[in-house]
């Protein structure tokens, strides 16, 4: 009987002190504040793009504005793309065209959309095609895929206007002349 008393008691002690833990842990996630919710919602509209010649583009994307210093007072191109992509290929000369064509003014960034792709042959598709704008790679590709309405199809383009808010999404290619046509006239403004 004895024993059988003890083995009670120090299951009952140990029922307690677990009770005890798990109020704390409680009181823990109670108090996190809207200050730290804040914190989080910015950490998360926030990117560090990552290119193939090693530079990082940083970006913040919130509330369908877009915004960097690096491209401050530009029009700006997002293009999800993949180098299986047939659309997306011939897309290329276009791009190239324009960011030359308008490069004081307007950037494309090339963002990636597939997973696991071998930076040799990335850097050959590059090469192959005569890319002239950033191309990025890389898992953070794929978040700010997310912010940029769960992109799902490609290729899929989003132009910002100078001053960072969102004009149009594009689904599938874009026609040059479209494209040559909106530069043309949001720098005349």
């Not at 109020?23 to 914190?39: M, Q």
């Not at 989080?40 to 290119?51: A, C, D, E, G, R």
């Not at 950037?107 to 990636?112: A, E, F, P, R, S």
């Amino acid at each position: 009987m004895n024993l059988f008393f003890l083995s009670f008691s120090l299951v009952f002690a140990l029922f307690l002190s677990s009770c005890t833990d798990k109020s704390k842990e409680a009181t823990t996630v109670i108090s996190d504040d809207d200050s730290f919710n804040d914190l989080k919602v910015q950490s998360n509209s926030k990117y560090t793009l990552q290119t193939v010649s090693g530079k990082k583009i940083n970006l913040e994307y919130k509330n369908q504005v877009l915004s960097s210093k690096d491209y401050a007072g530009k029009i700006v191109l997002i293009n999800f793309w993949a180098t299986w992509c047939k659309p997306c290929i011939e897309e290329m000369p276009s791009f190239n065209s324009l960011s030359q064509k308008y490069k004081d003014k307007f950037i494309i960034i090339g963002i990636l959309f597939e997973r696991n792709k071998n930076k040799k042959d990335l850097i050959d598709f590059i090469k192959k095609y005569k890319i002239k704008f950033p191309i990025t790679f890389g898992e953070e590709n794929f978040r700010i895929a997310k912010a940029f309405d769960d992109v799902s199809m490609i290729p899929e383009s989003f132009i910002f206007d100078k001053n960072g808010k969102l004009v149009k999404k594009f689904i599938g290619k874009i026609k040059e002349k479209d494209l040559d046509f909106f530069i043309n006239n949001e720098t005349l403004k």
